[in-house]
């Protein structure tokens, strides 16, 4: 007996086409962050933290905007916290926060002692920015501060390198929008930084972009996706049999 599935977002065959899909998943920041600051960069590179996901940029994996959205408009409609579910070849696929973890190795558990309070000042450029109260984005950051980090002291450079990471690629994070006072106080001390539940935070930001997404499938031809892009297509690359035989 075959097994009755629920009701797909769309009837096979009737899915939405679209001309782009804008990737907010930076993971070309890695090699520009390199290129600036190698030394900082291999030691943010060896933190365990962010190991792995640094691991996953180095290994120059090109975004597929087909086949991202082709399992966009593959899902089922389900209501499951921590979860998704999606269906090809008529066998369900569950995209949850274990499937997340086990691609990104990020922590997914949430401690008591995660939230921030406290970040002491030390003069420096960040201590200065959260003091003041400023603003600034990775494209700032691209654009301007880049000239102006060997000026800075060397944990403030680390510090921009771990921001670019969570913004850039973890959070993936447009570039234009504000990095949270939160973020930043978060590496202001690295112990809080490591202990911090980036699986969990990153996994419903990104489960959170799926659901703007989908509210926009098939009104506009083109559509902004958020979110750590390139952990959902490893996951589906790794769910889908001879996947390369197929979209490629």
């Keep these: 007996m075959e097994l009755e599935l629920p ?7 009737l899915e939405p086409q679209v001309k782009k899909i804008n990737n907010c998943c930076r993971i070309e920041l890695m090699r520009i962050l ?5 030394a900082e960069f291999d030691d943010v ?24 959205h082709s399992f966009l408009c593959k899902q089922l409609i389900v209501s499951k916290m921590h979860e998704k579910w999606f269906v090809f070849a008529r066998t369900p696929l569950r995209f949850s926060l274990q499937e997340y ?6 922590k997914i558990s949430r401690e008591s002692s995660s939230e921030v309070v406290k970040w002491k000042r030390d003069g420096g450029f960040w201590s200065d920015l959260l003091r003041k109260g400023g603003k600034i984005t990775l494209q700032s950051i691209k654009k301007v ?30 570039e234009k929008v504000n990095i949270p006072p939160m973020y930043i106080k978060l590496v202001m001390d690295l112990d809080k930084l490591r202990n911090f539940h980036w699986g969990l935070h990153s ?13 926009k ?6 559509y902004i996706f958020e979110g750590f892009s390139y952990a959902f297509q490893i996951w589906i690359m790794e769910a889908i049999p001879d996947f390369g035989e197929i979209y490629h």
Excluded: Q
């Excluded at 390199?34 to 190698?38: F, G, Q, V």
């Excluded at 499938?217 to 083109?222: H, I």
């Design 203 to 215: 996994y419903d930001f990104l489960m959170s972009s799926i659901e703007k997404v989908r509210k």
């Design 45 to 68: 590179k060896m933190d365990p933290v962010f190991k792995h996901i640094i691991a996953i940029a180095e290994n120059k994996l090109k975004f597929s905007g087909k086949l991202v």
């Design 101 to 106: 973890h086990a691609v990104t190795g990020l």
């Design 145 to 174: 501060h880049l000239k102006e980090v060997h000026n800075w002291t060397r944990v403030d450079r680390m510090r921009l390198i771990y921001l670019c990471v969570i913004m850039g690629v973890v959070m993936g994070r447009d």
């Design 34 to 38: 390199k290129e600036a600051m190698s």
């Design 7 to 13: 009701k797909r977002l769309y009837a096979e065959g």
């Design 217 to 222: 499938l098939g009104k506009k031809d083109s």
